[in-house]
Structure formats: structure tokens, C-alpha cells
Antibody, heavy 118, light 107 residues
Framework: QVQLQESGPGLVKPSQTLSLTCTVS??????????WSWIRQPAGKGLEWIGR???????NYNPSLKSRVTISVDTSKNQFSLKLSSVTAADTAVYYC??????????WGQGTLVTVSS | DIQMTQSPSSLSASVGDRVTITCRAS??????LAWYQQKPGKVPKLLIY???TLQSGVPSRFSGSGSGTDFTLTISSLQPEDVATYYC?????????FGQGTRLEIK
């Protein structure tokens, strides 16, 4: 059973870079045909897709965030990461990592709250 | 980019009622449509993928239909544990987009 777990600072200052890591267990991040994705959800609001990385390393990003987002993978650690630069209070949200396959987003992490505040 | 529009944004129904939520894509997406259930304070859970395929372990009272631009999620007999927000999602080709969500309550 695949499991995902987000980790990273829960508090980030405005204008700084938010950095999160998702650790995958129960399977190799480099095997199979999967996208490894990041999604966020501000309190009381809907889900917003941030971007994803394929097992080959190719990436896709939400056009509204593309200029500030970088998603990378570290196959040796079975992890993938999110960096979001120049954050503001509007980036405060629960951040989820997830695996996307032919059935959509089948596996999700538990989510981690990131607050942007000085 | 393809936009996903759900309706209604909220609804209230009685236990045992048949409930239908619709999702419309601004362009055709074939059947690359998934439905998720998110209970308060919980992680979204995949209910249906490929527009009509029930994810393993999901109760059979949930069903999905549609193709192209118009999709529906139906709960045949509403149960108290179905109180949640439901999201449709276009997947496969990027950018991935979610509907704005439908909040379902018990009357």
C-alpha cells in the first residue's frame, strides 16, 4: 500500500520560499507510470492543483503559479519536493502531496498546514 | 485552460433521498473525470474515476456518468455519513483542474 507523507516548515515569512517534501513509502517513486502531484487548500476553500512531476522527471505546473513553482524528485530518497517562491498570505493553506495514475489522484498524504506570516 | 463548473454549490437532502451533483467542463475531456469526497477536516478521497468507474471500497450507492463535457455524481440513497464536500476533477492532461465543490448536508 502506497503511503505519502508531507514534511516541512509550518511557518514561512512573506517574500520567502516555501519548501515541502513528500516521502513515498510502499513503492518506488521511479517505477510505474505515475505523476507525483502537489495540491493545496486554503482554509474553508476548494482544492487547487499546484503541479506535478512524472516518473521521467518532466513537470507540469498550474499556469497561475508557474512563475513561482518548482517541483523536483529525489529518487534515491524516494521523495519529491515543492518550492514556492515569493510567498504571501494568500499562499497560506493545507498542502497535500498525491499520486496520480490512470484513476486520478488515488493516494494522498495527510496534508500539512503552511502559514505565511511575519 | 479547461474550467470545471459544479452545481449546485450546496444542497441539503434527507436521509434516503437520491442526490445528483453535476459537473460541466468548458471543453470536452472524454472521460478523464474523477469525483472526490472530502469530509470536514479530512483528506479528499477518490470515489469515481474515468467518469463512471467506482473506486475499490466505495459503496455502490455512489455512481457516476457522463462523457465529453457533462458529468453527474449520483448518490442513490443518501446516508448520514455522506455529509461532505464533493469535488469533480479533470485529470490526465495538464493543467489539472477541480470544480469549486458541492457541499452536501442532511436536512
Amino acid at each position: 500500500q502506497v503511503q505519502l507523507q508531507e514534511s516541512g516548515p509550518g511557518l514561512v515569512k512573506p517574500s520567502q520560499t516555501l519548501s515541502l517534501t513528500c516521502t513515498v513509502s510502499g513503492g518506488s517513486i521511479s517505477s510505474g507510470s505515475y505523476y507525483w502531484s502537489w495540491i493545496r487548500q486554503p482554509a474553508g476553500k476548494g482544492l487547487e492543483w499546484i503541479g506535478r512531476i512524472y516518473t521521467s522527471g518532466s513537470t507540469n505546473y498550474n499556469p497561475s503559479l508557474k512563475s513561482r513553482v518548482t517541483i523536483s524528485v529525489d529518487t534515491s530518497k524516494n521523495q519529491f519536493s515543492l518550492k514556492l517562491s515569493s510567498v504571501t498570505a494568500a499562499d497560506t493553506a493545507v498542502y497535500y502531496c498525491a499520486r496520480e495514475g490512470a484513476a486520478g489522484l488515488e493516494y494522498w498524504g495527510q496534508g500539512t498546514l503552511v502559514t505565511v506570516s511575519s | 485552460d479547461i474550467q470545471m463548473t459544479q452545481s449546485p454549490s450546496s444542497l441539503s437532502a434527507s436521509v434516503g433521498d437520491r442526490v445528483t451533483i453535476t459537473c460541466r467542463a468548458s471543453q470536452g475531456i472524454s472521460n478523464y473525470l474523477a469525483w472526490y469526497q472530502q469530509k470536514p477536516g479530512k483528506v479528499p478521497k477518490l470515489l469515481i474515476y474515468a467518469a463512471s468507474t467506482l473506486q475499490s471500497g466505495v459503496p455502490s450507492r455512489f455512481s457516476g456518468s457522463g462523457s465529453g463535457t457533462d458529468f453527474t455524481l449520483t448518490i442513490s440513497s443518501l446516508q448520514p455519513e455522506d455529509v461532505a464536500t464533493y469535488y469533480c476533477q479533470k485529470y490526465n492532461s495538464a493543467p489539472i483542474t477541480f470544480g469549486q465543490g458541492t457541499r452536501l448536508e442532511i436536512k
